[in-house]
């Protein structure tokens, strides 16, 4: 009975969570489709935050890498005049750096709601 309680207490304690950093992600940034990302790329600086060996396997086309692991020293490198669109393998690394740059004072932030995973358009390989 006490297992029960717990794991029902850590499902609860989980789920609180995960709301808590959704609705902190709603109040940084948009949280985008592919057909939104359409919308906004042409304008917009589109920032890969895997790591260099996944960009390199693949990566949107026009993106430029800044891995997480090293954001904070190269996150400079990001206009703050011009929307940020941010990605990742599904959407839980971009959403931290999208917190880190509305810090910062970015205030145009996107985040690609289905990250590379499930991305359908134009890609780019980098060779080895």
């Given at each position: 009975?006490?297992?029960?309680?717990?794991?029902i207490?850590i499902l609860?304690v989980w789920g609180a969570w995960?709301?808590?950093?959704?609705?902190r992600l709603?109040q940084?940034a948009n949280?985008?489709?592919?057909d939104q990302?359409?919308e906004?790329k042409?304008?917009a600086?589109?920032?890969?935050?895997?790591?260099?060996?996944?960009?390199n396997?693949?990566?949107?086309?026009g993106?430029r890498s800044?891995p997480?692991?090293?954001f904070r020293?190269?996150?400079?490198?990001?206009?703050?005049?011009?929307p940020?669109?941010?990605y990742?393998?599904?959407?839980?690394?971009?959403a931290?750096?999208?917190?880190f740059?509305?810090?910062?004072g970015?205030r145009k932030i996107f985040v690609l709601?289905?990250?590379?995973?499930?991305?359908?358009?134009?890609?780019?390989?980098?060779?080895?």
């Amino acid at each position: 009975m006490t297992f029960l309680i717990t794991l029902i207490l850590i499902l609860i304690v989980w789920g609180a969570w995960f709301l808590f950093n959704r609705y902190r992600l709603k109040q940084v940034a948009n949280v985008i489709d592919a057909d939104q990302f359409n919308e906004v790329k042409r304008r917009a600086q589109i920032i890969d935050v895997r790591e260099r060996r996944d960009f390199n396997a693949g990566h949107i086309l026009g993106a430029r890498s800044i891995p997480y692991s090293t954001f904070r020293q190269f996150y400079g490198e990001i206009r703050p005049d011009l929307p940020v669109i941010l990605y990742d393998q599904g959407q839980t690394v971009s959403a931290r750096a999208a917190m880190f740059l509305h810090k910062k004072g970015y205030r145009k932030i996107f985040v690609l709601k289905s990250g590379y995973r499930n991305w359908n358009g134009k890609t780019k390989k980098r060779d080895a």
